[in-house]
């Protein structure tokens, strides 16, 4: 049996963050436009050696603008990340784990907190988030 550790557990890199990213505010563009009146952009944090990955989408008022990324380093949530991550991997039974996502709703920001690994990352996981975020949001109102 091969135990080298799958492509699936690394950590992303920068580019595959900006493809969740780019897919996830796809489908988000396309709602606010209906709107006609908000734009989105993400901040994705850059946090080595930690077990959580986080990246931050803004809703701005400014229809029309062209969607922004940008990483931005963050040493000072390292911590912060370390608490939450020890919080997040319960234990179901003997050798069945769960992985919690977090989405943080702060006003017309949205923070995605998940592990560190790129199966959670992926293009396909941003275009699941963004519904599931729609989701959330049309059934909220």
């Known amino acids: 049996m091969n135990r080298e550790k799958s492509t699936a557990l690394r950590r992303p890199l920068d580019t595959d ?18 709107l006609n009146e908000r734009s989105i952009v993400a901040d994705i944090f850059s946090i080595p050696k930690t077990p959580l990955q986080v990246i931050k989408f803004s809703i701005l008022p400014y229809p029309g603008r062209e969607s922004v990324i940008q990483t931005v380093p963050a040493e000072d949530l ?4 370390k608490s939450i991550a020890e919080q997040l991997p319960p234990q179901l039974a003997d050798r069945v784990f769960t992985r ?9 920001y949205l923070y995605i907190i998940k592990p560190a690994q790129l199966r959670y990352w ?3 996981a941003g275009l699941n988030d963004a519904d599931t975020v729609l989701a959330e949001h049309l059934r909220n109102r």
């Open 17 to 34: 963050l900006e493809a969740y990213a780019i897919q996830f505010m796809s489908v988000i563009k396309h709602f606010l436009q209906t």
């Open 122 to 124: 992926s293009r396909s």
């Open 100 to 108: 919690r996502n977090a989405r943080i709703y702060n006003g017309e």
């Open 78 to 81: 390292v911590t912060v990340l």
